[in-house]
């Protein structure tokens, strides 16, 4: 079973950027692909992206297009969440997950990390 742990969250203005990290333990990270959520106070858990295995393909929620990108280093077992142009809205606890299904439901997630907090400030 893969172990995740986010980190790399914070503080940052309006228009600011942060990069996330997830570090995945075990030797099989490269066999799932991958997604990050987040989660707002009062909110449902929100689907941002995920990624291919190889890396080579990902997708993202609309409200994210643009703005936000997600990589992977295999060889370093860790997943990436690059946040650029950062609002005030984009305020939650992001997660990664191992994908276990087709879809965007937390359900089709597992092996969730701890979770890092992001406070954009107006």
């Known amino acids: 079973q893969v172990q995740l742990v986010e980190s790399g969250g914070g503080l940052v203005q309006d228009g600011g950027s942060l990069r996330l990290s997830c570090a995945a333990s075990?030797?099989?990270?490269?066999?799932?692909?991958m997604g990050w959520f987040r989660q707002a106070p009062g909110k449902e858990r929100e689907f941002i992206g995920s990624i291919s295995r190889s890396g080579g393909s990902t997708i993202y929620t609309d409200s994210v297009k643009g703005r936000f990108t997600i990589s992977r280093d295999n060889a370093k077992n860790t997943l990436y969440l690059q946040m650029n142009s950062l609002k005030p809205e984009d305020t939650a606890v992001y997660y990664c997950?191992?994908?276990?299904?087709?879809?965007?439901?937390?359900?089709?997630?597992?092996?969730w990390g701890q979770g890092t907090q992001v406070t954009v400030s107006s």
């Open positions: 997950a191992v994908r276990v299904k087709s879809g965007g439901s937390p359900s089709d997630f597992g092996s």
């Open positions: 075990g030797r099989t990270f490269s066999s799932y692909s």
